[in-house]
Nanobody, 124 residues
Framework: QVQLVESGGGLVQAGGSLRLSCTAS????????MGWFRQAPGKEREFVAA????????NQADSVKGRFTISRDYVKNTLYLEMNSLKPEDTAVYYC?????????????????WGQGTQVTVSS
């Protein structure tokens, strides 16, 4: 059973930074893709960034390129999302997700496992 636990959300002013963490447990993730999605009130869940757990293949949404960075710590089994130059439109619940595949997918339905989410609020 895969478990994903996010942390690091909070309230920040526009232009500020936050780092989200997702600690994964339950199995080895060498054949997994791990990603971040977000969902704002009244909107559909949208792709933010994803990466193969092993290997350098990553993908990011155009809206966060140059501002967000996805990374992982193999020893800690933790996925990170470094968020800089935050904007009010980045306000959402951010979810960590995992799928057993080597293909970096951008559609939420293709991910099998989800964390509980962490709230990020950016004030103007």
């Amino acid at each position: 059973q895969v478990q994903l636990v996010e942390s690091g959300g909070g309230l920040v002013q526009a232009g500020g930074s936050l780092r989200l963490s997702c600690t994964a447990s339950g199995r080895a993730f060498s054949e997994y893709v791990m990603g971040w999605f977000r969902q704002a009130p009244g909107k559909e869940r949208e792709f933010v960034a994803a990466t193969r757990w092993i290997g350098g293949s990553t993908n990011q949404a155009d809206s966060v390129k140059g501002r967000f960075t996805i990374s992982r710590d193999y020893v800690k089994n933790t996925l990170y999302l470094e968020m800089n130059s935050l904007k009010p439109e980045d306000t959402a619940v951010y979810y960590c997700a995992a799928r057993r595949s080597m293909v970096v997918a951008t559609i939420s339905a293709e991910y099998e496992y989800w964390g509980q989410g962490t709230q990020v609020t950016v004030s103007s």
